[in-house]
C-alpha cells in the first residue's frame, strides 16, 4: 500500500515511515525539507532501503501540493504538527488546524483508506476523571497549543473514516529537534526534578511507530486508538532516572500554584528575549499538574501491540541524549559507555 506520510521529518513521522515500510507498505514523504527529513529518518534507524521513497516537497498549508502527493497514493497518515508546550511553538493553527483541513478533507474526498491522524492526549487535557479513556470528553485547554489541537480534533472527527490515534508523552532516540517529553527528560537530569502533583504518561515512539503501522488495514471505517503509555508521578520517574543513571538526582516538591507562578514568570522573562535553556512554561505546567493514567488496554489489544517497559525507553533516551551531545557522560552515570 502507498502511504503519504506527513510530517516525515518529524520525531513521529520519521519514525512511522521506517515501521510503515517494515510492515510491507511504500513510504510516501511528505516534507518541506528534504535534506532534514534524510536527518529524521536516520535517527529513526533507516538504512539505504528508504533513499528510493518517493518525496513529496510540500507544506502542508498549501492545498494543492497536499492534493498532488494525495493523487499518488492509496492511504495517509497524517503526523505532521506543530508543537507549542515547552515554547517552540510556530504557527499553531496555520499547521495543526489548516493544515489539518487540507490532508484530512481532500484524502476523504479522494477516498483513501485509511486515513489516519495522530492527535494527542492533550485533547482530553485538563481531564474530566480519574482515567483518560478514548471515549473521554474533549478538554477546554487554556494554551495555545491545546485549542488548536481541539479545534483540529474536533474537525476530523466531523469526517467519515478517519481512524485517529492518541499517544502521551514521547520519549526514544531520534529525535530532530528536543521538544515537550524528551526536552523534560534532560531538563529533570541535567537541573532536577519538580516533584508536584500530577505526572506523565511515557509512550516511547518506536512503540507509537509500530502502532501506527499497525492502523492500515483498508476497510475498518473510523477508529479512535488511545495509547497514552506508562503513567508515572513525578517522584516516579525522578526516582527511576536516579535507580538506572545510579545518581542521586535532585528533586524538590513544589505545590500547584508554585510551579504555575515559576512558569508564569519564566514565560514573562522569555517574551522579554531572556535566554532561559529550562524548557517550562505555563501551558507545560498545566498538563504536568493534571495528568492522569490513560486505558490503553482496548487500542493494545485491537492493534495487537505490547509496549516496552518504561525503564528500557527512559535508558535508551538517556544514552541517546548523551550520544547526541545533549547530556554529558557524567550525568548518565552508569548508563554511560
Not at 11 to 27: D, Q
Not at 51 to 77: G, N
Not at 172 to 182: C, F, I
Request: net charge neutral.
Amino acid at each position: 500500500m502507498r502511504v503519504l506520510v506527513t510530517g516525515a521529518s518529524g520525531f513521529v513521522g520519521a519514525h512511522a515511515a521506517v515501521a510503515l515500510a517494515e510492515a510491507g507498505h511504500e513510504p510516501h514523504l511528505l516534507v518541506r525539507d528534504p535534506a532534514k527529513a534524510a536527518r529524521s529518518l536516520a535517527g529513526a534507524g533507516l538504512g539505504r532501503t528508504g533513499a528510493s521513497w518517493p518525496l513529496h516537497r510540500a507544506d502542508i498549508r498549501d492545498a494543492a501540493a497536499v492534493r498532488d502527493a494525495l493523487e499518488h497514493c492509496d492511504a495517509v497518515l497524517h503526523a505532521a504538527a506543530d508543537m507549542g508546550v515547552t515554547g517552540h511553538g510556530a504557527d499553531l493553527r496555520g499547521s495543526n488546524v489548516v493544515g489539518l483541513r487540507n490532508v484530512l478533507d481532500q484524502a476523504v474526498e479522494l477516498g483513501l483508506d485509511p486515513v489516519v491522524h495522530v492527535s494527542t492526549v492533550a485533547v482530553f487535557v485538563p481531564p474530566a476523571g480519574p482515567v483518560i479513556t478514548a471515549g473521554s470528553p474533549l478538554a477546554g485547554p487554556r494554551n495555545a497549543y491545546g485549542r488548536s489541537k481541539v479545534e483540529g480534533e474536533h474537525h476530523a472527527r466531523s469526517l467519515d473514516g478517519v481512524t485517529i490515534v492518541y499517544p502521551g508523552g514521547l520519549l526514544g532516540p531520534g529525535q530532530p529537534r528536543l521538544d515537550a517529553l524528551n526536552e523534560g527528560l534532560r531538563a529533570g537530569t541535567r537541573s532536577g526534578w519538580p516533584i508536584v502533583p500530577g505526572g506523565v504518561c511515557v509512550l516511547d515512539v518506536r512503540d507509537l511507530a509500530v502502532a501506527l503501522a499497525r492502523c492500515f488495514t483498508p476497510g475498518q471505517g473510523a477508529r479512535r486508538h488511545l495509547i497514552g503509555g506508562h503513567f508515572l508521578t513525578w517522584a516516579e520517574l525522578a526516582a527511576l532516572c536516579a535507580e538506572l543513571t545510579g545518581r542521586r538526582g535532585r528533586a524538590y516538591r513544589l505545590p500547584a500554584g508554585l510551579l504555575r507562578g515559576a512558569a508564569a514568570a519564566l514565560d514573562g522573562a522569555k517574551a522579554l528575549g531572556a535566554r532561559i535553556a529550562y524548557p517550562l512554561t505555563r501551558d507545560a505546567a498545566e498538563i504536568m499538574l493534571t495528568m492522569v493514567p490513560t486505558d490503553d488496554a482496548p487500542a493494545l489489544e485491537a492493534l495487537g501491540v505490547a509496549l516496552r517497559p518504561v525503564r528500557d525507553t527512559v535508558s535508551d533516551t538517556l544514552r541517546w541524549l548523551c550520544a547526541e551531545g545533549h547530556l554529558d557522560r557524567r550525568e548518565i552515570g552508569r548508563l554511560s559507555p
